[in-house]
Nanobody, 124 residues
Framework: VQLQASGGGMVQAGDSLRLSCATS????????MGWFRQAPGKEREFVAG???????YYSEPVKGRSTISRDSAKNTVYLQMNSLKPEDTAVYYC???????????????????WGQGTLVTVSS
């Protein structure tokens, strides 16, 4: 199983970015996928999740500014982030739920595989 995250970069406040996470080695359509982030000096936090069934969940800090989606033909999950703020600066990780056909879980321990992280830096 491999997860390859990409799409991070340095942007200014108000800009947009789309993060991608390409997966391999799994039957993608059976699994929930999540995005997490970890800012310097802070704990990792849940950002958004998409269920195998298509259900969507967002953390309060990004709700209304972000959209998570998945493309089963490409085995890829995306996180579109708009109106970026300096407080969005973090390393963003995609993650694969340990369980097939599971419910949405926001704890990092529920996820068994992680991408390598992609850095998003937002300047004011």
């Amino acid at each position: 199983v491999q997860l390859q995250a990409s799409g991070g970069g340095m942007v200014q406040a108000g800009d947009s970015l789309r993060l991608s996470c390409a997966t391999s080695g799994i039957t993608f359509s059976r699994y929930n996928m999540g995005w997490f982030r970890q800012a310097p000096g802070k704990e990792r936090e849940f950002v958004a999740g998409i269920l195998w069934s298509g259900g969507l969940y967002y953390s309060e800090p990004v709700k209304g500014r972000s959209t998570i989606s998945r493309d089963s033909a490409k085995n890829t999950v995306y996180l579109q982030m708009n109106s970026l703020k300096p407080e969005d600066t973090a390393v963003y990780y995609c993650a694969l739920d340990r369980t097939q056909y599971g419910i949405l879980r926001k704890q990092g321990t529920a996820y068994g595989y992680w991408g390598q992280g992609t850095l998003v830096t937002v300047s004011s």
